[in-house]
């Protein structure tokens, strides 16, 4: 026989279809071997009598007979063409783009051949059901007929049309899947080929319209067999999954599901043997009949297979993502385009976190960093590269507690005019209180779109959330996932202002902390300081009395990066801050705070809330006096001697034996002295980073 080529056809073939027409297909696969062969050189845009004479040669060599082979190709055109396959290749991109779409399309005269073409191979049983009223008076489909596809042509064309075969007007249903003769369950299905897809609600109850239903099927890009107008309100989409068994066609109904997410799909249109409006027939709503009609065929992906290669393609990091190390070998890191702040301190589609105790002032020292940072000015030596532009979202503070923090700023830094100017176009500050979690990131999206700003600041974090922050599986939907599309997208980085958590009882819990375990104090579950390129943490200080309050200002991830400098002009990852003592909000650079004299400490301990008149010194004068220790025998004679209870000496010497025992265990105010810088360097604050 002739080697069959495809260079008669407008677009090459698929390998398989040049096989079937060199090869021929094997008993029980002749037909559906043939159909497809069919349908490929229908879409590649062979004729009809091209296509017959191609084929015909053939089916007649496998042993199938004339007419039912005519019947076959004849089949295969009476649907709508597709894109050409053409030849097989690695490229995932077959999968068509999603095209916008206004609304459905006009009916399609003889819908029902043309349903049969796209649904059903020409010797498969297909299921129509009638409708008749039950004992209750409720109209409800019968359980069927099953003839195989050739039949049903045959029938229709003798009877001219399937609303002759069945003359109902109260609904008129084929079964969405090949069945055995004479079968109507999930059971009787012989192919788990499509599924149903229907909706003319959403999640809320709100009404669809078909135009809308319409869109939302074919932007989905699946592989859709049929589309129906069910004659009311719905539209039916018949999805072609060809699964190979009941269990993957449960799972890719599953993902359908999950892809029209937010529409009040029915879920009894699940099962394999459900039943769909058929095309060409009649149903009666409210009175009045309606026709059932075929809108659309093949439309979408060409396969399932297809489709979800599609998917994962579409998920899958862009082509710009990809870091070669050629790349990596040759990037000039000095002379970084994306740097924005710092030594590559933040760059272009960072994060920074903010930590800070309630109420010390994060969102001033906020406003003065994007101040600075708008005029192109260090702020504390973080240097930006250039002047930066930053939207504000926050939530905690109205118009006047803004006004206070800007003037404050303003006299404290001695803005001009000029300046102000610059700050009017480089600073956008916005209040939202009501938006959390998915609905904060499209409004914050669409804000960063509008304004192009290099940083967007959100303030607090805990207002906008929206879900349970310790949660990690929160923190991966709502920085990780939402936030991320939008800095990959536009190159903004986002600095959110959180709050710490409650304070530890144990008032040595920080004592020995390191600036990696500063990262971790804000509140909420740790992905939080994984995620972020950078957490910064503002802490106030335990100070001496008189002292005026202190805070350290720690990098704890790329620290010395940022740019810090100590009032030395050393570079540190650790700064001191104090509020102005010039007047007004705004923030100052300072000595570390004198370390706390444990000591004099001792002297004031405070009882319930009391400062007491305990005299340290007499009582371990006292002590000494009657044996150095305080017990059953001396207790008495102690507590005479400075002039309190018994019970009051016991609560002092069993409070400074714990606390402070390497003092009293000194005889001589020479000795205690020596202990002095032991005590001092135990000082309770968080240690310099």
Not at 55 to 62: H, S, Y
């Amino acid at each position: 026989m002739a080697r069959y080529k495809s260079s008669t056809v407008t677009a090459p073939l698929p390998q398989r279809t040049l096989d079937y027409l060199e090869h021929g297909a094997p008993e029980g696969r002749r037909n559906a071997e043939l159909f497809d062969a069919a349908c490929q050189l229908r879409d590649a845009g062979q004729s009809l009598d091209d296509a017959e004479s191609r084929l015909l040669a053939r089916a007649v060599t496998d042993g199938l007979g004339d007419a039912e082979s005519l019947t076959t190709i004849r089949s295969a055109f009476n649907g709508a063409a597709r894109e050409p396959m053409g030849p097989p290749s690695g490229d995932h991109a077959s999968r068509p783009q999603p095209r916008r779409v206004t609304g459905p399309p006009e009916p399609i005269e003889g819908g029902f051949p043309k349903l049969l073409a796209a649904c059903f191979r020409p010797d498969e049983h297909v299921a129509i059901a009638d409708t008749a009223a039950d004992v209750n008076g409720e109209i409800a489909p019968r359980k069927g007929v099953t003839l195989t596809t050739a039949e049903w042509l045959e029938r229709v064309d003798r009877k001219g049309g399937i609303d002759r075969v069945f003359s109902t007007k109260l609904g008129l249903f084929f079964r969405i899947n090949p069945m055995t003769k004479g079968g109507s369950k999930d059971a009787d299905v012989t192919s788990f080929r499509h599924t149903l897809v229907e909706f003319d609600r959403d999640k809320d109850g709100n009404p669809i319209p078909q135009a809308e239903q319409y869109r939302r099927i074919v932007e989905s890009g699946l592989p859709v067999a049929v589309i129906i107008d069910s004659g009311n309100k719905s539209l039916h989409a018949i999805v072609r999954l060809n699964a190979p068994d009941a269990k993957e066609y449960r799972r890719r109904v599953d993902v359908v599901w999950k892809l029209f997410e937010g529409m009040d799909l029915d879920k009894q249109n699940r099962n394999p043997s459900r039943l769909s409006r058929c095309p060409d027939g009649w149903r009666t709503v409210e009175g009045e009949v309606r026709r059932q009609s075929l809108l659309a065929t093949n439309l979408g992906a060409a396969s399932w297979d297809a489709w979800e290669a599609g998917q994962k393609e579409a998920d899958a990091p862009s082509s710009d993502a990809i870091m070669p190390i050629s790349l990596l070998a040759t990037y000039d890191t000095s002379h970084d385009p994306n740097n924005i702040l710092g030594k590559r301190w933040l760059c272009r589609g960072g994060s920074l976190v903010v930590v800070g105790q309630s109420g010390i002032g994060k969102s001033s020292l906020c406003m003065q960093l994007m101040i600075l940072w708008a005029l192109g000015l260090p702020a504390f030596n973080i240097t930006p590269v250039r002047p930066l532009r930053s939207l504000l979202i926050q939530a905690e503070n109205d118009v006047g507690d803004l006004a206070e923090m800007y003037q404050g700023v303003r006299r404290g830094m001695g803005i001009t005019p000029e300046q102000e100017a610059i700050l009017e176009e480089n600073i956008i500050i916005y209040r939202d209180t009501t938006r959390t979690g998915s609905d904060f990131v499209h409004a914050a999206s669409a804000l960063v779109d509008r304004h192009k700003p290099d940083l967007a600041w959100a303030d607090p974090l805990l207002n906008y959330i929206g879900d349970e922050i310790s949660d990690q599986r929160v923190i991966s939907e709502f920085c990780c996932k939402m936030l991320n599309a939008v800095s990959l997208s536009t190159g903004v980085v986002w600095c959110l202002l959180h709050h710490t958590g409650k304070p530890s009882r144990d008032p040595k819990a920080s004592s020995h902390w390191t600036s990696s375990d500063l990262a971790y104090s804000g509140l909420g579950s740790s992905a939080l300081t994984n995620w972020a390129r950078e957490t910064a943490v503002l802490v106030r200080l335990k100070t001496q009395e008189g002292e005026p309050p202190t805070f350290q200002f720690s990098m704890t991830k790329r620290r010395t990066r940022a740019g810090l400098r100590d009032t030395a002009g050393k570079t540190t990852d650790t700064i001191f801050l104090r509020h102005s003592t010039h007047g007004g909000i705004c923030w100052e650079q300072c000595e570390p705070p004198p370390k706390i004299d444990k000591e004099a400490k001792t002297s004031n301990y405070k009882l319930g809330g009391r400062k007491s008149s305990f005299d340290t010194d007499a009582f371990m004068a006292a002590i000494n006096a009657f044996g150095g220790t305080l017990n059953r025998a001396n207790v008495k004679t102690v507590a005479a001697a400075i002039n309190c209870s018994e019970r009051t000496a016991w609560t002092w010497w069993k409070k400074l034996k714990t606390k402070d025992l390497e003092v009293l265990q000194q005889p001589s105010a020479a000795s205690a002295e020596e202990t002095q810088p032991a005590a001092a360097a135990s000082a309770a604050t968080i240690p310099p980073l």
